[in-house]
């Protein structure tokens, strides 16, 4: 019995452990980049303490690299709106005082809440949440720290490869969404718009313009495919 009730303790620590190496990873290149594009050493540990959204940062500091502050907060403000329904989704675990509400949403992550809802005890959804939400917020803001090192004592982004971290570091923060069908159409669209209006358009509008790759999701018929995929799907 008590191997049985300690393994999913384990099992969580353990991919705390490794989502936590992974973050490591990203926020170093995050922290790296920051540094090339010429931003004071505050700003990325700033960003990762007070914003602590992976893609929202990456692109802020691309677009701020490139002079488009305001681009930057469109942009930021438009990743993270799917924080409104992750919110909805995992705000009776969080807690109803005002201190775990506030701490917990500065908590919340694409990873937190993928974690947080495969657990199905009410008890050990509030465990993971905060166990896996602290952990991620520790490795990130280390990864930055490791990050603004490197990127200082480098000098020139492309001695180890630091230049390549921005466009590395976005498309490894989608790449677990591209497994669906449409996100994959919405994708490649929104790539094409971007890359089709980037010599024509300011720095930053063209990101903003990408989301017309939502049309996508509008087509005619999406409904009615989607519908017999799932009576053809073998049970």
Do not use: K
């Not at 009730?5 to 384990?10: A, E, F, K, N, Y």
């Not at 995050?30 to 893609?55: D, E, H, N, Q, R």
């Not at 930057?72 to 409104?84: C, D, E, I, K, Q």
């Amino acid at each position: 019995m008590r191997t049985a009730t300690r393994t999913p303790d384990r099992e969580l620590l353990r991919d705390a452990a490794a989502i936590a190496a992974a973050m490591i990873a990203v926020g170093a290149s995050f922290g790296a980049i920051a540094i090339a594009y010429g931003l004071p050493v505050w700003v990325p540990f700033l960003m990762s303490t007070a914003v602590f959204a992976g893609g929202a940062q990456f692109l802020a500091v691309g677009l701020i690299a490139a002079g488009n502050p305001i681009a930057a907060v469109l942009a930021g403000l438009l990743l993270n709106a799917r924080h409104l329904p992750f919110g909805l989704a995992v705000a009776a675990t969080v807690g109803s005082r005002w201190r775990d509400r506030l701490i917990g949403s500065h908590l919340m992550t694409d990873e937190v809440v993928a974690f947080t809802l495969a657990e199905r005890d009410p008890a050990r959804r509030r465990r993971t949440y905060w166990l896996i939400g602290l952990t991620l917020f520790t490795s990130w803001n280390a990864g930055t720290a490791l990050g603004v090192w490197l990127g200082g004592a480098t000098g020139d982004p492309a001695t180890l490869g630091l230049d390549a971290a921005f466009p590395a570091g976005l498309i490894a923060l989608i790449l677990p969404s591209l497994r669906d069908g449409d996100t994959r159409l919405v994708a490649l669209l929104g790539a094409a718009v971007a890359v089709a209006l980037t010599p024509v358009l300011p720095a930053g509008l063209p990101v903003l313009c990408a989301l017309l790759g939502l049309a996508v999701l509008f087509r005619p018929g999406r409904r009615g495919t989607a519908g017999r995929e799932t009576q053809e799907a073998p049970c």
